[in-house]
Each structure stands twice: as structure tokens, then as C-alpha cells.
């Protein structure tokens, strides 16, 4: 369980995030799609601690993360995000390899040499695993990238769930592949132990999907999330929107959507 | 960090433009005293003394009398290494005061090397007669020393009676090449080292400075040399022969617009002859004194 | 692992080739030495004997020296070479480029220039000194200018421009020194900037010895995380890297073994741009393999360097900075053209 309690984060005076609070359950993969603009972003990172909130606590199964140590945090949670951009180029294996960083000391074991090839192979990169990083097409290294995350975060952890985040990471992709790693992702997320939340730029590509099972109405600046969960078919999915105005109601929200659709 | 790298092309061009010069063969060892001596100015005159027959070796910048070339040359007088030097098995190294760098002088002090400098200093005729009687002294040819004394006094007399003839003083301006800086340099009146020598030698020739600023200044502006209107430009050999001709001389900053140039009274003139007091100092005054004054 | 043993297998042979090339720096120079009387040297000044020929003294005290330098002012700046391009994420940094070379350079300069006026004297310890802290001294204001307060990450991409920055200051300041020195005094200052090795004892090897384990051991202990800086400062951050703690350390480490060699030698250039990228063309951009690597070829580039500088005039001395140049630039350039690593 993730939850975000008063999250506060300003820019100068202006607020970017203001006074959110919000849960993510488990088992499921938690959208949060809007506006340009209106925090979706800045609130990922800080949810991913990649970023620090002026005001607010984050928790990750009730433990407050401010004070872990960047390693501790590194085996329960990973983040995809946009495109990456890799110094030097090295073989497909160790770039995924890096995935696994946190859980050795100086050299992989056994169990991380497994995982790199189990994630690979999930994501349809084994068969290039030898080759140079920098030979692949702009697809071929986002689903490189997409392995080495989800490395991290593979095995299950002993009394403790995994945290996924993703932020926008369908650059690149074709439609193709999109939804390949959309149906992937949720397919991961639908593990009880991992909590799974991403931005996601395109609408539609959520829509897709055609899981939307709630709606909420979510005002990033004030009030924070309502959730109220709804029986639908599929228990999979649940789609935050964010909007900058300070009053949109759920009716309203839901049109927009339906119009959208 | 680049024109350290501009400047380490140059350099080895320079090097290996005296080129034969390193791969000579060591002299017969078998005579008594292996010699080292660097500094131009010794060397010349050690050879004037006819007391060459023991040097071992000599520096880069030593190229006067033409036949010191024959020698092994340890390198830059301000780049020197111990084990070079050391590898012509010297039983003395003659130097100037002004070798380098610091670290290989503290290492031959180290392996106490026998180490030689003189007392007088050639920075003046006087003071060249004294260096050449205390070389004399030293290297037993103390009658040479003499002689070569007598010949500056003599020169020096002819050259100040040939002075008297002339009733004007043309304003003479001095260009020499700073290989280590890889710049022209007109020279000015006083300041120490090389740039004074100029001068005297200059004013002894019955000529006057055009410039009255001691030391050396670059030849960055043109406004240096042409508000000093020189009636004559002396550039040393190894700045003129870059250029190729007195005409390309004028290119240089500030130079077509002096008398100097406009009545083609540029000369090239040996570093040797005007930048340092040697025992042809006499001669170089009188060789001087026409040149200016045709 | 087959990318382990290969790693293995590659660190054997660049340490067999350091090996053969300190032996014949050791024998050759402006005088070569034969195996005997290196023997008799050696053995000689282990029994304490005060009767050892000229030779055998410029063997102890001028030769062995030297060679021993040369590894270890080619190892730190070969090392500091992979750590800035691991740092910077560009291949095109050098050691130099935070300030280091020339805050060194600098002052060295002000040593030449002013040395006499200011009666501190500590004899052959006075250039070093100055230069170290000149080199640090630069160093400190590249940091504390390119450091921003957001979150304590200075960017990357404001450190190598305030480095630009302040190296052309420090450039221009060495300029200024030679043009109002005496002519003797200007040309030291070039010669100091060309590098050289010709002052080599065992003070030195000393100094740079320690400078050199001081540097080399945390840097292969952070050479883990340095490879997760590879895909960027937040995705390291991401995989559990206190990125801002790394930066500190490896700076540090590369200002000490830089400063410290620098002082020593004068400016060396290339070795530090030319050392990681032979090796990463080799054996790709791995940093456990890459910075012990560089220390082994860093210090036989130099060796080579330095022998050649020795030789091909004896017994005069070639500036090493021109042999750096010229051995590494054809190398460099050539495996460029091989394979495409870049990324």
C-alpha cells in the first residue's frame, strides 16, 4: 500500500502540488492521466522520493520513506520514465544487469543472472542481449530500459511489497509495442504484492485498454483524491484524472472522458 | 593549454632543425678533461681562445663559431636532463647561471658533479675583457686572452674614431625573435641580460636607440616601432631568415611606415654580433658603426 | 562469466606490458644500462656501500626514480581521465577540464615569476607546492561557482562550463605571467607547461606513490556505482546511488592524484583523454574493469612516452607533452575508426 498524506510542492509561491493526499493499493495499476501542467508529474517524482515534498509524508506500507537510505528505497521501488539517455554504449545484458545493482555488492550472483534473463525475455530482448546498446533502434531501447527497471523490482520481497512507477514511458514505441507493454505492465502490477502507479500521456492509449473501472474527480491543488471504488469488469485498472481547475465535478470529468472515447 | 600545444609543435621543429646535431659521436675519450659548457657566449669564446679541444659537449642555442655544431648538444639551456648531460661522462660542467630547470642542477649538485661559473660577467666591453682573462686564466691561455683584450681596445678605438667621421646619430631599432615565446621582440635601451647589450652596443656604434624603454616588448602593435620612426632596422638571423627578405620584414607590424623601410635600410644582422659581448666585440662595434652610417 | 574472464585475461596482459616497459625504461636512456650493472647498482645500495661508480649512482638515484614516476604520474592521470569521463558522461573531458591542469600550471607560474620575492623557500618542495595548490586552490572555485542550491546536485553540464571558464581564466593569467617575465623566467614556465619528467627522485615517488593508492583504492570501490552514472544523474539516484556523495569523492580523488602528479611533472596532456578510450573501445565502459585498467596503461603510455622522449635525441631531452601527443593522437585516432562505441 502507497500513500501520499498532505503532499505539499512549491515552486517559489506557486504550488504545484498542494495538500494531495491519495492511497494506491496493490494489485492493481493506478493511471494518472491530465492536463499538461497540472502536476502529474511533479507529484510521480514525488512519490518516487526522486524529488522531496515541502510539506507531507509518503509511506510505502506504512513506513514514512523520508529517512531510508537511497539503496533501501532502490529494492522496493523502481521508476520508468522517458527516454534515457546512455553515456556509453555496453552490451543490452549489462545495461539490464544495472537493474540489479541494488540487491549485490561488487559482483552478480546466481539469482541476479537469472533475473536478467527472465526480464529480458519478457520483454523480447534476450535474442539482442549481446549486442551494443547503441546499435538499437529507439523501440529496441526503450524495452531494454523497460527490463532493466523491472530487474530491480523482479523477485518478490519477503514481508515488504514492490513499488512500480511509471513515467510516461511509451516514447518511441510503436502502437504495437504500446500496447504490448501497457498489457505487460498491468499484467505485472496485478501481483497482490506490487503497487503499481504511472502518468500517462495519451488518453486514448488508456482507453484502450477499455478496463476503465473508476473515474474519479481529482483536483491536484486542493481537497485531494476522492476514491470510491465501483464494481466493473475489471478490477485492474484505476484512472486518476488530474485538472487544474479548482471545481470540476465528477459529471463533468466523465464527459470529458466519454467525449474523448 | 593550447598554445602550450602550438608552441610544443614549434619546438621540435626548431630541434630538429638543427638537425645532425644529435646523433654526433662523442669525441675519443682519452682526453684528460671532458668538458660541458653551456651558454652561447662561453662557448664562443672559448673557442676564440683556442681552449675548444676538451669540450664534450654544448648546448642547443651555442651555434657560434660554425664548427661547434660538430659537438652533442644536451638540449635547451632551460630543458636540460642529468642523465644526458651526464651520459657524455663530463669530468666539469661550465655553465652560465642560467641553465634549467631547477630540479636537474639540485640532481648533478646531488651526484657532486663538478660544477663551474665565472666571476665576471660579459654584460659590458669591460666586463667581457674580464670574463676573457678569468677564462684565460682557467683554461691556461692567458697570453690568447691577452691578445684578444688588446683586439677589442684596438677595434674599439678604430671604431670610436670612425664614430667621430659621422656627425649624426641614426635612430637604430633592434628586432630579434624570442624562440621561447615564439614572438618578435624590439629590443630597448638597458634592462637586463640580452636587451642591454643591444643597447650599448648600439650607442658605442654611434647610433641611438629608437626605442629608450628598457627590456624587450613584443611587436604586438604597430604603433611601438612606427612612433620611434627608426632610420634603421638590425634584425637578428634567425627572425629575418623567417620572414626570407628585408621586403618581407616590412610586413611586420608598424615597419612599412618607418624611414628605416622606405629607404630599404633594413640588415640582418648574427645574434652573435649584437645581442651578446664576445671577443669579437671590437669588431662587431666597427662592422656596426658602417652599417648604420652608410 | 565469460565477460569477467575476458576482463581478467585483459588486466594480465596490460599488466605484463607495464611490466616489459618499466624494464626497459629502467635499461635504456641517454645511457644504457646492462644487466650487470644494474645488479652491481641494486646490490650495492642494499649493503649500504658507499663506493658505487657514477653510474650506479645515476643508476639509484636518477633512473629508477624516474621509471617509478613514470607509472605513477601515468596512472593518476590515466585514472583521473576515466573518472571525469565517467563523471561528465563525455568522452571528450580531461582531467584538466575542472580546473585542475591549470590552477597547477598557474601556479607553477607564479612560482617562476615571484618565487624569489616571496622568502618562503622550501627548496626542491617550493614548485610542487605551488602548483598543488594552485591546482586545488582552481579546483575549489570551479565547485563552489558550478554548485547550485537546488537539492545540492550541481548539474553537470554548469560544472564543465565554469571549468571552460575558468580554465581559459587561469590560461590567460599564465599568459600575462610570461609576457611581463624575464625572458629565462618565460621560458620556464613553457618547458613547465610542455612536462617533463627530468626531475624525477625519490621525494617524488613518494609523494605521487601515496597520492596515487590514496586515489586508486576508493576509486575502485566506487566503480559500481560510477557505471549507474552512465544513464543519468536520476536514474543512479533511482538505483539507489547518493549521487551528490559520489561527485564529492570522485573529485576529490581526481584533484589529488591530478594536482599532485601535475606538480611534479608540469602539464602532461592526452594521457587522460586517450587511456580510457583505448580501453573502452577494448573492453566497453565497465568502470571495475576501466580504472584499474587506466592506472596499468596509463603508466605504460607514459613509460613509452617518456623512453622515447629520452632516446631519439640523446642526450637531449625531448619535452614528454609533444611525445604524449604524438604516440597517442594516431592511436586514438585509428581505433576510433575501427569500431563505433559511441552511443
Known sequence: MLSANNLTFRVGTR????????????????????????????????????????????????????????????????????????????????????????????????????????????????????????????????????????????????????????????????????????????????????VAVGVVHDLSLAARLLMISVCLCINIKKHGWRCSPSRSKSNSLTLFIASNQPSTTLPESLQAISDYL | MIRAQITSILVPVCLLAGCGRFQNQQAAAGAEQRIICIGQAYNEMIYALGAQANLAGVDYSSTYPPEIKKLPTVGYHRALSAEGILSLKPTLIIHDNNIGPENVVRQLQALNIPMKTFQAKGDSVEGEKALLREMGAFFHKEQRAEELSAKIDRDMAAAAETVKKYKDAPRVAVVHFGRASNVYLIVGNGGGGDASTAGKMVELAGGKMAIQKPGMQRMASPEIIAESNPQVILMTEYGFDRLGTAEQAKTLPGVAETDAAKNNRIYRVSEHELMYFGPDTGENILKLAKLIHQ | ?????????????????????????????????????????????????????????????????????????????????????????????????????????????????????????????????????????????????????????????????????????????????????????????????????????????????????????????????????????????????????????????????????????????????????????????????????????????????????????????????????VVGVPIFVSLLRTREYLS
Open chain 1, 15 to 194: 504550488a504545484l502540488v498542494e495538500d494531495v493526499t491519495a492511497s494506491f493499493e496493490p494489485g492493481r495499476l493506478h493511471l494518472i492521466v491530465g492536463a499538461n501542467g497540472a502536476g502529474k508529474s511533479t507529484l510521480i517524482k514525488l512519490l518516487t522520493r526522486l524529488m522531496r515534498p515541502h510539506a507531507g509524508t509518503i509511506e510505502y506500507d506504512g513506513a514514512n520513506i523520508g529517512g531510508w537510505s537511497e539503496r533501501e528505497l532502490a529494492r522496493r521501488r523502481a521508476v520508468l520514465s522517458q527516454a534515457v539517455e546512455v553515456a556509453f554504449s555496453m552490451p543490452v545484458r549489462e545495461l539490464v544487469m544495472m537493474g540489479r545493482y541494488p540487491h549485490f555488492g561488487a559482483r552478480p550472483g546466481a539469482s541476479d543472472l537469472h533475473i536478467c534473463e527472465e526480464v529480458m525475455r519478457y520483454f523480447e530482448v534476450d535474442a539482442m542481449a549481446d549486442r551494443s546498446y547503441g546499435t538499437l533502434s529507439g523501440g529496441e531501447k526503450q524495452r531494454v530500459q523497460f527490463a532493466r527497471v523491472l530487474a530491480q523490482i523482479w523477485r518478490p520481497i519477503e514481508g515488504a511489497a514492490r513499488y512500480l512507477f511509471l513515467d510516461e514511458p511509451l516514447t518511441f514505441l510503436d502502437i504495437r509495442h504500446q500496447i504490448d507493454f501497457m498489457n505487460k505492465v498491468r499484467s505485472f502490477a496485478s501481483q497482490p504484492d506490487v
Open chain 3, 1 to 325: 562469466m565469460k565477460g569477467r574472464r575476458a576482463d581478467q585475461f585483459w588486466l594480465l596482459v596490460l599488466f605484463v606490458l607495464m611490466i616489459v616497459t618499466t624494464v626497459a625504461s629502467i635499461r635504456y636512456g641517454a645511457i644504457d644500462f646492462s644487466s650487470h650493472d644494474m645488479a652491481a647498482a641494486v646490490s650495492g645500495k642494499l649493503a649500504g656501500s658507499n663506493d658505487l661508480t657514477l653510474d650506479q649512482r645515476i643508476f639509484i638515484q636518477l633512473r629508477v626514480p624516474r621509471a617509478i614516476l613514470c607509472l605513477l604520474v601515468g596512472a593518476c592521470l590515466g585514472v583521473g581521465g576515466t573518472l571525469m569521463q565517467a563523471l561528465f558522461r563525455n568522452p571528450i573531458v580531461e582531467p584538466g577540464l575542472v580546473g585542475t591542469s591549470s590552477g597547477a600550471a598557474f601556479g607553477a607560474a607564479l612560482f617562476y615569476v615571484f618565487g624569489a620575492l616571496l622568502k618562503l623557500n622550501l627548496g626542491g618542495w617550493t614548485l610542487p607546492l605551488a602548483a598543488c595548490a594552485g591546482g586545488v586552490v582552481s579546483t575549489y572555485i570551479v565547485f563552489a561557482l558550478a554548485h547550485t542550491k537546488h537539492e545540492g546536485r550541481s548539474s553537470i553540464l554548469r560544472l564543465l562550463l565554469t571549468g571552460l571558464a575558468i580554465n581559459a581564466l587561469f590560461m590567460s593569467g599564465i599568459g600575462f605571467l610570461s609576457y611581463v617575465a624575464r625572458d629565462p623566467q618565460a621560458r620556464s614556465i613553457i618547458y613547465w607547461n610542455l612536462g617533463t619528467l627530468s626531475g624525477a627522485d625519490w621525494n617524488a615517488v613518494l609523494v605521487v606513490g601515496a597520492a596515487t593508492v590514496l586515489g586508486l583504492v576508493p576509486a575502485i570501490a566506487y566503480a559500481k556505482p560510477l557505471n549507474a552514472l552512465m544513464i543519468g544523474e536520476e536514474e543512479a539516484v533511482a538505483l539507489g546511488v547518493n549521487v551528490v556523495r559520489l561527485k564529492w569523492i570522485i573529485l576529490t580523488i581526481n584533484v589529488m592524484m591530478v594536482a599532485v602528479a601535475t606538480a611534479f611533472t608540469g602539464v602532461i596532456s592526452f594521457v587522460g583523454l586517450i587511456v580510457p578510450h583505448i580501453l573502452r573501445i577494448l573492453r566497453g565502459p565497465d568502470n571495475r574493469f576501466l580504472i584499474l585498467g587506466s592506472a596499468l596503461l596509463g603508466g605504460t603510455l607514459l613509460s613509452v612516452a617518456d623512453l622515447i622522449a629520452r632516446v631519439s635525441l640523446r642526450p637531449a631531452e625531448l619535452p614528454i607533452g609533444i611525445v604524449t601527443a
